[in-house]
């Protein structure tokens, strides 16, 4: 069971498999061979993640800590957040959460305040800058509620985390929509990067 993994210098946490999305374009849905070792055969427990995570007896060595897997880390939004917590009794080391931005979906609560402190970077696949788009392109479990709940999330978390970042994918919009997205996110207060396909 993988739990963690390295990229460059940077720590990755692979908390779970679940997700609020199928986009058509996720590894998970085109090519689920590609990283075996990131489906796990159930989801870790907190004290599983935090032995994993104590194994690495440097962390601050790392650039970045990183919720990322074969799944959205917010489907298990408080014990990722505990996981921050521990972190940040140890190491200064900046987290960071990719999401879909479903959270507050997925609790049905308002959850970016309760980022503030422990998270120092959201990045949010925005993906789409209008709902059908999101809806033909991410498929979610959520329906037409999720794009204004994930935009919802994007706009408060704003206030409670230092640095959040919109993304959106080369190649599967037109790059007129990638403007719009910009847009968007230059709106909201966040940055915003075009990542590629394979990432
Ligand atoms: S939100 Fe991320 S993990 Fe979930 S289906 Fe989309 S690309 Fe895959």
Redesign the pocket.
Known sequence: MVISYQIKNSLYINMTNH?????V?????TAPETYPNLWLERDPTLPEIMAELSSYNMLNRFDEIVFC????PTCRLYDMLEVCRRLKEVTATPIRV???G?ASLILKENTPPLFKGLVDCVSI?L?AADPETYMRL??PRFGEDAYTGMLKFAREVVYYVPKVILTAIRGTVPDEDLERCAEIAREIGAGFRIRDLIE
Not at 69 to 72: K, L, N, T
């Open positions: 997700c609020t999305n199928r986009c374009f996720c590894v998970r849905e897997g074969y799944g959205e990719n999401t879909n479903h696949s993906n991410c498929r």
